[in-house]
């Protein structure tokens, strides 16, 4: 148990910090060049952002039994956590359809322009090297993000499943 606490904090402070830097990135992009499907990225991060702050809200009260919650904690959780396991595999389908396109389609998406001959190095395998490294990257922080709202699921259960008993050992004890 300890050990999936432990991947669930780090995996809610990694998100949080991956997504904002992403935000970061993204705003600044808008504000250059304003556009809508930049601006409903920004609102997909906002959901994933405060889904793990929500998570940081839960941990805190399963370390802390006695730290309070809101009422409507666990709907909202709920909701968030379905959110962001829909960004998580949004952007796994963004990956799969970058995989499908063609070097020549890649290329002109970035353009490399002329590579020195002496490097070694082709624009076909910059292009691929880059298509690795976003794989890579971008998978992790998918994953990153789906195994945290499974993880939320479990603990939110685990937070419900001991108020009940709480609740009835209180109940218990009222004679």
């Known amino acids: 148990m300890n050990l999936l606490f432990g991947l669930f904090r780090f995996l809610s402070w990694g998100n949080i910090i991956s997504l904002s830097l992403l935000a970061v990135f993204v705003l600044m992009s808008t504000l250059l060049s304003p556009s809508i499907p930049a601006l409903m990225m920004l609102m997909m991060y906002a959901t994933a952002i405060f ?73 076909e395998t910059l292009i691929s090297t ?28 685990k937070w419900k499943k001991d108020r009940e008993e709480a609740e009835k050992n209180e109940k218990f004890f009222d004679v």
Not at 130 to 156: D, E, K, P, Q, T
């Open 130 to 157: 880059m298509m690795r490294m976003i794989n890579i990257l971008f998978g992790i922080h998918a994953a990153a993000i789906a195994i945290n709202c499974v993880l939320s699921s479990f603990f939110l259960n």
């Open 51 to 123: 889904h793990n702050y929500y998570c940081l809200r839960l941990q805190r009260t399963l370390n802390h039994p006695g730290a309070p919650l809101p009422e409507g904690f666990p709907k909202q959780m709920i909701i968030l956590s379905v959110l962001a396991f829909l960004y998580a595999m949004y952007f796994m389908s963004v990956l799969i359809q970058m995989n499908r396109l063609t070097p020549a389609e890649l290329e002109k998406m970035w353009p490399i322009g002329d590579v020195p001959k002496d490097s070694g190095y082709t624009k």
